[in-house]
């Protein structure tokens, strides 16, 4: 059994066989460890063995315990001072003796050797070790003290310590110890003074990791690493019975494969949790974070912008009914105070927009920076006009501000302060209000869970309004703002935020500087945008491109202005009106119908007067061709050849029809007329007061129908 030393300096390979008789056990405990996959640094090679191939296991496989290689380099004259590294100082007291200096290695050879023979013991295995090795002392020296007999003296031993009445450190370390693995300890150590050779075999020359096949940890690894999140568990499970199906039973415990995962995800954090939870995840709980100076900034600097769903209903100004409104906020990232904010349906443009203004007027002076969310509110065309700043510069609301727009990326959160600020919000305010609906499925309050009879009866019904749920949030905005600012010490966020806030912002400067402008086009309605009609009478028969300038927060109106920059008008908004306003609509109904038929009556009026104006001016020009009637009357020529006499009306009449005779006296309304409205055939026949029978008739079937009712005897008593 003894080997060549240079056939083991060079080869540094054991066959089982001798690896048995080193161990002090049979060949087949061995050969059922290595089956098992215990021994890691192994290789087939030509042999006397099954097929002609034996197994071999190199000297520093970890599986090796430090006695078999021990006693491997005595068997073989080599100095085991040269190939083991420095290992701590074993305690005093244990057998008196100080370890001898390990001398450096002398050969390459030799130095490659002792790097590779002990492996990395963890902090805590030595600990465990060294407490071991602590207690077998103590135990010993009390066994010696001279008992009559050696068993009541161990189980005095055994009831102190477990007991805690002696050496209570050693057993915070190692918990309950009984007699017999008291004397399994000392078996272990043989005799020496080896501390490594009680530590745990969980730790033991593996670094705490569980040794696993190849086949276990990459069947057992496939389960874990998925984006499915499989419990260890049942990866477990999942894994005993995929190799006991392909005929690979495998004898590892379930705490050997827990240990394993645990392992794993220890030294491998990144990998594990990019695997199981994603790319986002790796980037919020692994990769390391800037830390941002705070102190460099000043009040009114940057403003921190970003969207909140309300976490408790509201009632919604146009349904009547509870709904999860939208809070728009904008912070100063110095003060960590909420400088403006507008709640509204839903986040759209004009929300963002009245919340900006907000901010800037209680700011009172213009910041520097706006820093706000990625999403596609804030990307509109109405604060950027464009996709990309880089690429055209700032188009839009903030650059007509002299603001600087920087947006996050998507999917950052910790890159906005302003998200710490809503959780904040919502734990200290949304949570006390009654319809309070949680932040998650989780996190839902016990009335709104199925069954809950008691809470529901005692849930407080109450849903606050938009105006009633802005008084709530200005009330909680004192507390907040006694509370002591994070990014200057000693000082309330009320305080930081005052003691930096401008002179004051002109209301009217700024509305004009929050307009912006659009190009349209009038048409009979007057202008068509944003899904409405504005009009003004200004606006009437025209139908050219103009300029329209309207701000977001404010679309009752817009201005109007030519393209060459003149002021036109003040169009307001028009409303559609009932079209049932007598019979279904309320009184405000009939007198906007009533306000729209007197705008077309006056608007019409306004016309015919145009033309008439038009009319006096002067006659139109008569082309050469237009006076053939006048050169050629042959009807009345052939007539007075022939002698027939005509009556002298008869006579007129043609003369003036053929040759166009004009006179100065204006012609007179014939009574046979065609209206579009039976309304404008009414005034008609008030207006020229002989009527003729069949008018009378009309007039008296006119006066009882629904239209004159709702035109003229309405109008006069809501007037």
Known sequence: MRLCRTELIMSEWISVKDLAAFENCSFYSIEKAFQRGRYTKK?????RGRGGKVWQIHINDPAISAEALRKIRQENGIDNRLTTKPSLPVPAGITGQEPHPTPAPTSPRLANLASQSTPCISEKAKRIA??????LRIWQEYRNRGHVKATAADQDFENAYNN????????????????????????????????????????????GISRLSENESKVFMGFLLQPNKIKIGTAVRLTRFYLEKKGVPTEKSHMTFRRYADGFKKNHFDRWV???????????????????????????DVLVADGHRLNFQVINPFTGKPCRAVLVGYLDWKSYDLVGYEIMIEENTQCIAAALRNSIMRLGKMPRITYQDNGKAFRARFFTRTESFE?????????KL????????????RAKVI?????????????????????????????MMRNEKFHKAIHNEYIPTIEETIQLIEAWLEFHRSQPCPHVKGKTIGQVFEAGRGAGIDAEELNDLMMSVQKTRIDRNGIRFLSADYYDDNLYGLREAVLVKYSLFDLSHVKVYRLNGGYLCRAKRVMPVNPMAKYLGEVKDVDALKHRLALQRRLEKSTVQGVKELIKIGKPVVLDWQKAAEKAPRLIEKLDDAGVDLPAEERRIPEEVVRGTQTNEEPQELHVQQFDEMYQRYEHLLKHGDHSVEDKRWLDEYMVTDEYKLIYETGAATG
Not at 130 to 135: F, G, V, Y
Not at 277 to 294: C, F, H, N
């Open 274 to 300: 990019l695997m199981r939870e994603g790319q986002k995840a790796l980037r919020d709980k692994v990769e390391p974070y800037i830390k941002r100076d705070s102190s460099l900034l000043e009040v009114g």
């Open 130 to 135: 060294l407490a071991r090795m602590d207690l």
């Open 43 to 47: 290789r087939q090679v030509d042999g």
């Open 419 to 447: 998200e710490r600020w809503f959780r904040d919000f919502s734990d200290t305010f949304e949570r006390l209000i009654p319809s309070f609906i949680g932040t998650s499925i989780q996190d839902k309050p016990a009335y």
């Open 402 to 413: 002299g603001i600087i727009p920087v947006f996050a990326q998507p999917y950052n959160a």
């Open 164 to 207: 805690k009445i002696i050496f209570k450190e050693i057993y915070e370390i190692l918990g309950t110890v009984s007699i017999k693995t008291l004397y399994r300890w000392q078996s272990d150590l043989d005799g020496t003074s080896d501390w490594s050779r009680l530590v745990p075999q969980h730790f033991n020359r593996n670094n």
């Open 391 to 399: 690429e055209a510069g700032i188009h839009g609301l903030f650059g």
